[in-house]
T-cell receptor
Framework: DAKTTQPTSMDCAEGRAANLPCNHS???????VYWYRQIHSQGPQYIIH???NNETNEMASLIITEDRKSSTLILPHATLRDTAVYYC???????????FGTGTRLTVIP | NAGVTQTPKFQVLKTGQSMTLQCAQDMNHEYMSWYRQDPGMGLRLIHYSVGAGITDQGEVPNGYNVSRSTTEDFPLRLLSAAPSQTSVYFC???????????FGPGTRLLVL
């Protein structure tokens, strides 16, 4: 399974778009890109996932580069409640799938 | 649906004691897994199961046992607790191995 690298921390002004990058340069063709977040000490929460195409849901947008070696999670209008650790991960077929690194700690500033 | 539930929420053990962390899901998910989270380490996979009667080891299985007698339950057993097992433990479930994982609220374990 592909490993991912993310910046350790980022700040974003409230109301602005938060763009969180992730590098997954060793991703294979059948691996999905998943994003989760963990608010305070709660269990991780699913945000969005994709394989090749860009995806959008009510929480966020996911932009995957054409070579699939990196992706960006976009929170279009960040709020204080979006302050959390964001994990980018990949999953392939096979049960031993998700690798969670240390994620990006996003702080939304009033 | 209650989703994924974990008990207890918090536990203190003495070195050498054994205990079972409970995990249950009511979504009829086939895949279940256990992670531990240590400060600055992200989440690490301990054990996982692709269905009732089937379990396998993850990244850090030593010191832990699991069983999956039913689809709903996936308990994690600490055989002889050690201070190195002080951590936050999360259980997760999903429909399949490539599907979205749903996490429980976690169990905070302190081993003295």
């Amino acid at each position: 399974d592909a490993k991912t690298t993310q910046p350790t921390s980022m700040d974003c002004a409230e109301g602005r778009a938060a763009n969180l990058p992730c590098n997954h340069s060793t991703i294979s063709g059948n691996e999905y890109v998943y994003w989760y977040r963990q608010i305070h000490s709660q269990g991780p929460q699913y945000i969005i996932h994709g394989l090749k195409n860009n995806e959008t849901n009510e929480m966020a947008s996911l932009i995957i580069t054409e070579d699939r070696k990196s992706s960006t999670l976009i929170l279009p209008h960040a709020t204080l409640r979006d302050t959390a650790v964001y994990y980018c991960t990949t999953s392939a077929t096979g049960a031993n799938n998700l690798f969670f690194g240390t994620g990006t700690r996003l702080t939304v500033i009033p | 649906n209650a989703g994924v539930t974990q008990t207890p929420k918090f536990q203190v053990l003495k070195t050498g004691q054994s205990m079972t962390l409970q995990c249950a899901q009511d979504m009829n998910h086939e895949y279940m897994s256990w992670y531990r989270q240590d400060p600055g380490m992200g989440l690490r996979l301990i054990h996982y199961s692709v269905g009732a009667g089937i379990t396998d080891q993850g990244e850090v299985p030593n010191g832990y046992n699991v069983s999956r007698s039913t689809t709903e339950d996936f308990p994690l057993r600490l055989l002889s607790a050690a201070p190195s097992q002080t951590s936050v433990y999360f259980c997760a479930s999903s429909v399949g191995t490539q599907e979205t994982q749903y996490f429980g609220p976690g169990t905070r374990l302190l081993v003295l």
